[in-house]
Structure formats: structure tokens, C-alpha cells
């Protein structure tokens, strides 16, 4: 099973600075199989990043993803205040699919 | 547009099943997998299987192994997964996702199940 560890935990940054996010895999993932996710309290998750590096339709151009091998990293540029929420990357290229555990964004 | 409908909040017992469903539409139900997916409180996420509408394989957590089943409906464009055996640690929200290579876009609104005596 590929474990994907998120770090930091917990980031806490202010409108308008730049979000650096960071996922690292167990062994080397498929770039085509990798996304990132957004969760605010109360929603399912929001589709960010898909193929490592694809922004999903209708995702603004502030959230980027890039990475390969075992390191990916997911940057928001000019944070907005809707952007404070709970990240994770995942990946879906073979079976078990797993999560990471979620890096927090606050404020 | 592409919508996943799920059934609603269960309260069971331990050692209790529970079956939640997942309606879909605006698609062609068998053109994608379905995941379950689900969150316990305050915690992340977690895959707990996949199933293909098309021709009804099935690929499950090894963790969940045994203790559920992933089925569909095609004339209803359903997808169902019941869990049996409940525990307390199986309190969470569960969610249904179509599974696209081009990442996981669409996802149910979740279905809260309780498990307490």
C-alpha cells in the first residue's frame, strides 16, 4: 500500500500570502494518478489537481500542482479567504487508493 | 449536469448493518466506477472500495474485507454498499465518488451513519 504523508499538518498563513503544500509517497506514484483535494467543514471534497498537474474545470489559476515520483507539492499563490480549509492529495492509479491525512490551512 | 445522490443519516447498533445508496444521474452510469469513500469525525479520508457498474467487479480495502459489499443497480443507476458487522469505529460520514481517471470530480453529499447502543 502507498502511504502518502502530507506536511505540514497545519499551515497558518494570512490572505493574500502564497500556500506551499507538500506530499510525499512510500514508493514512486503514477503523476497521471495524483490529485489534490479541498474540504471545507460540512462538504465533501472539491476536486482540485488531478494528473499531478491538471487543474479540474473551473478551479481558479492560483492553485498549481506539480511533482513527480514520490514528491508532489500543491502551491496556492494570493491566498483568498475561502481557500482556508483542509487539503489532501491522493492517489488513484492502483489499488489500495489512498489519502493523505490532510494538511489544515488557517488562518 | 452529473449529480450524486445519497440516501440519509443511519443510527444502528453494534454488530448491526447498514446499506446506504447512491443515486446517480446526468451521466452514463456505466461509464465510470464508484468508489466509498468515508470520513470519521474530525479525521481524513479513506477508500473503502470500488465498483465497476459495467460489470459489477469489485475491488475492496483489505481492512473492510469481508464485512462489506459494493453492488449496483443499473435499470436505477444506483450504487449501494452495506456494511455489516457495525462498530463503533464505523461511525462517519460515507461518501460515493465517480471514479475518473481524470481524477475524482464528482462526489455524493455524504450519508452520516451512527453506530451506538
Known amino acids: 500500500e502507498i502511504v502518502l504523508t502530507q506536511s505540514p499538518g497545519t499551515l497558518s498563513l494570512s490572505p493574500g500570502e502564497r500556500a506551499t503544500l507538500s506530499c510525499r509517497a512510500s514508493q514512486s506514484v503514477s503523476s497521471s494518478f495524483l490529485a489534490w483535494y479541498q474540504q471545507r467543514p460540512g462538504q465533501a471534497p472539491r476536486l482540485l489537481i488531478y494528473g499531478a498537474s491538471s487543474r479540474a474545470t473551473g478551479i481558479p489559476d492560483r492553485f498549481s500542482g506539480s511533482g513527480s515520483g514520490t514528491d508532489f507539492t500543491l502551491t496556492i499563490t494570493r491566498l483568498e479567504p475561502e481557500d482556508f480549509a483542509v487539503y489532501y492529495c491522493h492517489h488513484y492509479g492502483s489499488s489500495p487508493y489512498t489519502f493523505g491525512q490532510g494538511t489544515r490551512l488557517e488562518i | 449536469q452529473v449529480q450524486l445522490v445519497q440516501s440519509g443519516a443511519e443510527v444502528k447498533k453494534p454488530g448491526a448493518s447498514v446499506k446506504v445508496s447512491c443515486k446517480a444521474s446526468?451521466?452514463?452510469?456505466?461509464?465510470?466506477?464508484i468508489s466509498w469513500v468515508r470520513q470519521a469525525p474530525g479525521q481524513g479520508l479513506e477508500w473503502m472500495g470500488w465498483i465497476s457498474p459495467y460489470n459489477g467487479n469489485t475491488d475492496y480495502a483489505q481492512k473492510l474485507q469481508g464485512r462489506v459489499t459494493m453492488t449496483t443497480h443499473t435499470s436505477t443507476s444506483t450504487a449501494y454498499m452495506e456494511l455489516r458487522s457495525l462498530r463503533s469505529d464505523d461511525t462517519a460520514v460515507y461518501y460515493c465518488?465517480?471514479?475518473?481517471?481524470?481524477?475524482?470530480?464528482?462526489w455524493g453529499q455524504g450519508t452520516l451513519v451512527t453506530v451506538s447502543s
Open positions: 446526468g451521466y452514463t452510469f456505466t461509464n465510470y466506477g
Open positions: 465518488a465517480i471514479s475518473r481517471a481524470t481524477g475524482w470530480r464528482d
